[in-house]
């Protein structure tokens, strides 16, 4: 199945790209309009997950693949490929990211299915909560175990935050 949709983009509010010197890329306003004409194109497997985006205007693609029994899902796009790797609660376990030679974040939950610990390189983040479903605090360390994220969260009786203290500076 695919689906298209078209964005226009009005170049008076991308001050930084255009101003009225620097005019439309002629291939890319193909009607002569004014507008950045582009088209995205999606594509979907049979079980309507996205697998093919493609933008005309940058020609770049995104592909997705979905591995179903071996609960993973890789993104290619021009940065590199990304591998998200679920647990049997199909929660994240780990992303393997293209940038920093294919570095690993890991992911720990608790018996609520909250995250605990997040593992990235460099830091380490520890979350605890607040008895309920709201972070109650978010440290990180450093690789020296120094802290360099140190926030404790305070809420409205209606659960919304009021207060982020940082707590260690």
């Given at each position: 199945m695919k689906r298209v949709g078209t964005i226009g983009f009005l170049l008076f509010f991308i001050f930084m790209l255009y101003d009225q010197t620097t005019p439309v890329d002629p291939l890319k306003d193909t009607d002569g309009d004014g507008y950045l004409n582009s088209e995205t194109t999606s594509e979907y497997d049979a079980n309507n997950r996205l697998i093919k985006q493609t933008v005309t205007h940058s020609g770049t693609s995104t592909i997705h693949n979905y591995q179903d029994k071996e609960d993973v899902e890789t993104t290619q796009t021009a940065l590199g490929k990304t591998k998200v790797t679920r647990n049997k609660e199909d929660l994240v376990s780990s992303v393997q990211i293209?940038?920093?030679?294919?570095?690993?974040?890991?992911?720990?939950?608790?018996?609520?299915?909250?995250?605990?610990?997040?593992?990235?390189?460099?830091?380490?983040?520890?979350f605890t909560y607040n008895g309920g479903t709201k972070v109650a605090t978010m440290k990180g360390r450093n690789n020296a175990g120094a802290l360099v994220v140190d926030l404790a969260y305070t809420y409205t009786d209606t659960e919304q935050i009021s207060q982020i203290t940082n707590a260690g500076w």
């Open positions: 293209p940038n920093y030679d294919g570095a690993t974040i890991t992911y720990d939950y608790n018996l609520s299915e909250r995250i605990r610990t997040i593992r990235a390189p460099g830091v380490v983040t520890d």
